[in-house]
């Protein structure tokens, strides 16, 4: 490195979308309708009230399935990344990005899930994406499962809980892993895989009304673990058919403070991160573990297992752990005369010395560092951070320019923190995508309104607009950054 504050050679810049949030294209090219599809924007919702936004009924799915509307399911229309790739992408080599975070949508490939043969109008649509990815000298990173389980195997097959997902989804990676084995390097199994617990739907296939005189939480835990039997085989597969490919899982890094010194409030904020801990533990470290083991069995959880799947989960863990940050919370053991604020798929309580976004999630560049020494620490594997960013309100002038220093601030902010990580506490971190670094609709809230990128997209919440694509001032800021390594976050 150049300097103390400098990022490593060969650190991997760049930025992160998800096929459901930016791809559009619904029902273009014979892509299947997925959990997505039918996810309703509820624009007269209290931002705030996060299980309105993502609670679904099998009620709900049927009125989805009735309509082609695009008003209120948002996630049909994205911000038409099927339509505009080439643009973006020429976009994203401008800013300099050598890794783009990228999902391939499981419908768009296996429209129903079950499919005997894939789609091959969606294998050549990516087929195009990595290619004009690569003739910029960028990188993809790709997911395989972010909130895209075709709807067909909510309706027949109980999602993942039912094992013979596990054979859906595997046949899917090896089709994938296959035709794009000379094109992709980098891989990531379940996208958030904790986020089960506090959305099955979107994550799981998971709708409860489906599983009456059924503990729901069983049922999900049992979703849980096929799902990581499905990410260990996946991991086995993409390694024997691409050699040197590396294969990460994603958490959600929900980073809690005790809200004072008592004990009380310092076991509350432990317990609730062993709550996130968990999953990737279990991914890390091939097995499940103890305090995991403890819950189940004083809950009275059981989870049915096959042959081998211990074996399995063993043998072929994750190489390296990415995660996604965007603010941290608070805990404590009394919470009745204490305020709450939203954050990435969660409320809890708000912390005084913080401010917030105008959606209410509390700014906290420290709590990045502080999660990427956590992981680190416990885990000692290499770190990608795979999603952070900032959503705002953003507003196009007169003059067409889109002023968002408030978004410079915040990045500049959280990636010096990620060089103290690297520098100071000696942190190994393999790259950093931001989050939405081109205008998406939001998984929160399925707002476009909720703006996290470097580049607009001239879209409301209502699907309204040219869908142009205008430069934002972060979009040269960042370009800098990257240029120069991370050295301009220095300069006066």
């Keep these: 490195m150049n300097q103390r504050n400098a990022f490593p050679d060969g650190f991997l810049w760049g930025g992160a979308t998800a096929a459901n949030q930016v791809e559009g294209g619904y029902k273009k090219g014979g892509k299947g309708i997925s959990v997505s599809d039918c996810a309703k924007a509820h624009y007269d919702t209290d931002v705030t009230n996060y ?4 609670t679904v009924t099998t009620k709900d799915i049927e009125e989805a399935l009735a309509t082609d509307d695009q008003v209120y399911y948002p996630k049909r ?20 990005f050598k890794v783009y975070r990228m999902s391939i949508a499981w419908s768009r490939i296996f429209p129903n899930g079950d499919d005997k043969t894939p789609n091959e109008e969606g294998l050549k649509f990516y087929d195009n994406v990595f290619d004009e990815l690569l003739k910029y000298g960028i990188e993809p990173l790709v997911t395989m499962s972010h909130y895209e389980p075709p709807i067909n195997l909510v309706l027949n097959y109980k999602g993942w809980y039912s094992r013979e997902t596990v054979g859906f989804f595997l046949q899917f990676v090896e089709t994938i892993c296959n035709r794009y084995k000379d094109k992709v390097k980098y891989w990531l199994t379940f996208n958030e895989v904790d986020s089960i617990i506090r959305h099955p739907f979107t994550t799981g296939a998971l709708i409860e009304d489906r599983f009456p005189n059924q503990n729901f939480e069983e049922v999900i835990f049992q979703a849980m673990h096929h799902q990581f039997v499905a990410s260990a085989y996946a991991t086995k597969i993409c390694h024997e058919t691409i050699p040197g490919s590396l294969v990460g899982c994603m958490l959600t890094k929900l980073t809690y403070y005790p809200y ?15 709550g996130t801990y968990c999953y990737s533990d279990t991914q890390v470290f091939g097995e499940y573990p103890a305090y995991l083991l403890s819950r189940f069995k004083n809950k009275g959880i059981h989870i049915q297992k096959e042959m081998g799947d211990d074996e399995i989960m063993k043998a072929y863990p994750v190489d390296f752990v990415s995660f996604s940050y965007y603010n941290s919370s608070c805990s404590a053991e009394d919470t009745s005369k204490l305020s709450m604020t939203p954050g990435n798929t969660i409320n ?9 976004s105008d959606w209410g999630w509390q700014i906290d560049p420290t709590g990045l560092r502080i999660s990427m020494v956590d992981l680190y620490d416990r885990y000692r594997k290499p770190l990608f951070i795979v999603e952070n960013g900032l959503g705002a309100k953003d507003e196009v002038g007169e003059d067409g320019a889109i002023d968002d220093t408030y978004r410079i601030e915040y990045f500049k902010e959280h990636l010096k923190a990620v060089s103290d990580a690297i520098t100071t506490d000696g942190v190994e971190c393999l790259g950093y995508t931001s989050w939405g670094c081109i205008d998406i609709v939001s998984e929160s809230t399925k707002q476009m309104s909720k703006r996290y990128g470097f580049i607009y997209v001239d879209c409301d919440d209502y699907g309204n607009g040219t869908y142009k694509r205008l430069k934002k001032k972060s979009f040269d800021w960042y370009q ?7 050295l301009s976050l220095y300069e006066d």
């Design 348 to 356: 809890a309580l708000k912390n005084p010395h913080l401010e917030a």
């Design 77 to 96: 229309h994205g911000s038409e990344f099927f339509h505009h790739y080439k643009e973006d992408i020429r976009l994203f080599a401008e800013m300099g």
């Design 260 to 274: 004072t010194c008592k004990p009380e409030d310092v076991l509350k904020a432990q317990q609730t991160m062993r």
């Design 480 to 486: 800098k950054v990257i240029e120069t390594n991370g």
């Design 51 to 54: 299980k309105a936004h993502n």
